[in-house]
């Protein structure tokens, strides 16, 4: 079967000025991208988190490899949670209980999304 859903989600700000939103699966990230809200669809990671969306829909591309596009899409945006930057260290966006917070740990690669 096919996994869509992203193992933790990304929390980006999106909307109204200071919301914030979870996205949760690679559904939700095309939505997002494709939304007028979002206020760099046509920078050069949008795109690409765009292409690698879309394949991660048809199983080319993995759920995980999928939202580190989009974690880069938001990064470049400015819209990553806390708008903190998007530095070698690897620090992408989740939900804990306490809110949107910043997390050491998984790898955000720079556009090396092929399996």
Known sequence: MLRTEFDTPVCIYFGKPGRSRLVSSVFEAVHCLKSEKWPARNAPLAQAAADVLNRART?????????????????????????????????????SDSGCTLLPGSSVQSLVYRE
């Open 59 to 95: 199983g080319e591309i993995t759920a995980a490899k999928a939202r580190q596009a989009f974690v880069d899409a938001a990064w470049e945006a400015n819209i990553l949670a806390e708008g903190e930057a998007h530095d070698a260290r690897g620090l992408t966006a989740f939900m």
